[in-house]
């Protein structure tokens, strides 16, 4: 009977000492900007909750100690009855998330991510985006890491016929990462890797000496209903011209804002509010979508071929974005479709065209329909408010993949702090700056800051 009694006590211990591991923080102690504290909905902790978030700026600010420098989940316990909400959680101004919160009927934890903590006192501020939702309590929770095994990535393109290009270009990518991470740079709109004065390239060339290994272009007005409008006869040729120009040492990722008109013949657009083509019709064969569709491919083939003949690889993002719902292909009720979509560019390109120097970059919804076979590469596109290391996104996506695929930032407005990314492990295959202010102006990268990224000795400039 006692022997009963002491193993009760001993799990009754072992119990309350994994409660303990997660600390709460009660959101009403926190510093709150024009939000209130409210009592009227119960189940609630502590000595009440708060919200709504109405306006630009709202927030509640909530200051967690540290003593053990590690990885630490971190929960939020809310109430979204007004609908699925997302909005921004800040972590000590070095890193941020913008995260979805599903609509629910009563206060729910939720898990926001795990992030790497120094010693000290931390601040974790919850900020409007949508807003209109009610924060409960902050918990954090202290957990183990296991590293990252890179034996595990995929060590061939999912083309069996891949051009020997494609292949070097590939292993390239793979014996880099997890110790280098590449820079990149997008271009303008429209342009072929055309180096022309106070453009991007040579911004970044001026002001560190160095230049980016990978060069970002678009395919955006290369879709028949818009290519007329917008008459480009050296954009191939410039490609070209860059390529020979430097003996083939430079890295081309090309992206597709694939512009359409729908059936109401309105002005083509990528954007699904300009745009009435349907994608659901697009991927049920011989359908008047369909038809727009494969001489899109078609085309777009002729262009990829001429890359090809001159044994230039393509990190090949079509269709990126998909998990949001801006462009025509995009959003969770297109899931499928888009998938569909993905495998129909694939099967065309390779099997009819045989354009074998692509490598596949996924940039969409991780689910279900996510196109797991066609896909050789993972591109999350994140615009930050801090120069974090965004290792939270990173560790899901590759989680996602069960680590057999390489990571990449696709697209970044702040350039991420590549000293952090070395020291949480968050390792990106390259980062890739947008065009125009985020690169040109210093509202995003000061130049002090941009420097330093391209004289670090991980970026493999």
């Known amino acids: 009977m006692n022997l009963i009694i002491l193993i009760l006590l001993l799990l009754l211990l072992s119990i309350k000492f994994s409660i303990s591991k997660k600390i709460i923080y009660e959101a009403e102690d926190g510093i709150l900007n024009n ?76 898990l926001i991510g795990c992030f790497y903590l120094k010693k000290g006192d931390i601040e974790i501020i919850f900020k409007k985006n949508w807003g209109w939702m009610y924060i409960d309590y902050l918990a954090i929770e202290n957990v183990e890491q296991t590293k990252i095994d890179f034996s595990k990535f995929d060590k061939n393109l999912v083309n069996p ?186 099967e065309k390109l390779v099997y009819e065209h045989n354009i074998n120097n692509l490598i596949w970059l996924w940039n969409g919804k991780l689910d279900e329909n996510t196109p797991y076979e066609y896909i050789d590469l993972v591109g999350l596109d994140i615009y930050s408010t801090t120069h974090g290391s965004h290792r939270n996104e990173y560790i899901k996506a590759l989680t996602f993949f069960n680590n057999t695929k390489m990571i990449v930032l696709s697209e970044n407005g702040k350039i991420p702090d590549i000293d952090k990314c070395v020291e949480e492990e968050a390792w990106w295959g390259y980062f890739m700056t947008w065009n125009q202010e985020y690169i040109l102006t210093e509202d995003y990268n000061d130049k002090e800051f941009v420097k330093s990224v391209y004289n670090n000795s991980y970026p493999n400039i």
């Not at 071929?305 to 462009?327: A, C, S, T, Y």
Request: charged share 20%; with cysteine; hydrophobic share 35%.
């Open 35 to 110: 939000i209130k504290i409210y009592k009227n909905i119960p189940n609630y902790s502590g000595k009440g909750y708060v919200g709504l978030f109405e306006k630009d700026g709202d927030s509640v600010t909530i200051t967690i100690n540290i003593t053990e420098i590690g990885y630490y989940n971190i929960y939020i316990s809310y109430l979204a009855n007004l609908g699925t909400k997302t909005n921004d959680i800040i972590i000590n101004g070095q890193d941020s998330i913008s995260f979805e919160f599903p609509e629910n009927t009563k206060f729910e934890e939720v």
């Open 161 to 346: 016929n891949a051009t020997a290009s494609a292949k070097k270009l590939y292993q390239y990518l793979l014996n880099n990462y997890g110790k280098k991470i590449i820079s990149g740079q997008t271009g303008k709109a429209g342009e072929f890797c055309e180096e022309y004065a106070n453009g991007e390239i040579d911004y970044i060339q001026k002001l560190t000496n160095k230049m980016p290994a990978l060069w970002n272009t678009d395919f955006i007005f290369e879709s028949k209903d818009i290519k007329d409008q917008f008459q480009m006869p050296n954009y191939v040729q410039n490609g070209l011209n860059w390529w020979k120009k430097y003996n083939g040492k430079g890295i081309l990722s090309i992206q597709w804002h694939w512009n359409m008109k729908g059936k109401m013949d309105e002005s083509p657009s990528f954007y699904s509010n300009d745009s009435t083509f349907d994608i659901e019709q697009a991927v049920i064969e011989n359908t008047w979508e369909y038809n727009k569709v494969i001489v899109d491919i078609d085309h777009i083939a002729s262009i990829l071929k001429q890359l090809q003949d001159v044994n230039m690889p393509v990190i090949w993002r079509p269709l990126h974005e998909n998990d949001g719902n801006w462009f025509w292909w995009g959003g969770s009720e297109h899931s499928k479709a888009c998938s569909e979509l993905w495998k129909l560019l694939y």
